[in-house]
């Protein structure tokens, strides 16, 4: 059933986007969710990074108190980590020249890959210091990108289209969050929870709650590479 909703979800998706490209006045650009243009490829990546930013938060507080023994508090900040890693990484690429754009889109991604594989080799077996790091990628990696995929969404925003770009970000990151939401829900109840939860079932889901989420990421890094390829592109034509 909930893989019925969430093709519903995808479909409903698919139809906004298609009516909200003939509309007089668009939510989305017109370019939205290309994969030839710097706006369709930068809305892609915020998506893909978006997605994949909600199995920890989402799980990691049952993870940590069921298989590390955590109290609610100890675990709720250490989930907290990855939200402020994702603040702490931004306000040090911010000030960053922006030839190093380039690297932030395609290096953001893929540090959020790996946080996600070492959180979720690391949280059923390993020591909790050592979760520290994959913490802080999984939520440094997309502060690491963040602003370079919205500054790309808005500087190359085709002429009437500077305010749908703008509204675009939040629109894509909300439903980037709501995705990867109901998508950890679906895996945690096939790989267990949905038999209740427990040490058994906690152990059973936590490498596929995060872990799954790797190829999101992995999508996420290679629409960054094109799009780093396009930008040079552009630059050098002119």
């Known amino acids: 059933m909930q893989i019925t909703y969430i093709a519903l979800a995808v479909a409903t998706f698919i139809s906004v986007l298609a009516i909200d490209r003939r509309a007089r006045h668009r939510l989305l650009p017109v370019d939205a969710f290309s994969v030839v243009t710097p706006v369709g490829l930068g809305l892609w990546v915020l998506l893909l990074i978006t997605v994949a930013n909600d199995p920890f938060p989402v799980y990691g507080p049952?993870?940590?108190?069921t298989l590390k023994g955590l109290d609610p508090l100890a675990a709720g900040y250490l989930v907290a980590m990855e939200a402020m890693s994702w603040t702490i990484v931004a306000a040090i690429v911010a000030s960053l020249p922006a030839r190093w754009l380039?690297?932030?889109?395609?290096a953001g991604p893929f540090a959020m890959g790996l946080g996600l594989l070492g959180i979720s080799a690391m949280t059923e077996?390993?020591?909790?210091w050592l979760l520290l790091f994959p913490i802080f990628l999984a939520g440094g990696g997309i502060?690491?990108?963040?602003?370079?995929?919205?500054?790309?969404?808005?500087?190359?925003?085709?002429p009437g289209d500077g305010d749908s770009a703008a509204s675009s970000l939040a629109t894509v990151q909300l439903v980037g969050l709501a995705t990867g939401a109901a998508l950890a829900g679906l895996i945690a109840n096939v790989t267990g929870f949905s038999a209740g939860l427990s040490t058994e079932t906690a152990a059973a889901a936590v490498s596929w709650v995060p872990g799954a989420f790797i190829l999101s990421t992995t999508i996420a890094a290679l629409a960054g590479v094109a799009l780093a390829r396009h930008l040079r592109t552009v630059q050098a034509a002119g």
Do not use: E, N
Request: glycine share 10%; aromatic share 18%; hydrophobic share 55%.
């Open 62 to 65: 049952l993870f940590l108190q």
């Open 125 to 128: 077996s390993g020591p909790i």
């Open 102 to 106: 380039p690297f932030w889109i395609v």
């Open 143 to 158: 502060g690491a990108c963040y602003s370079f995929i919205a500054q790309i969404i808005l500087g190359h925003a085709r």
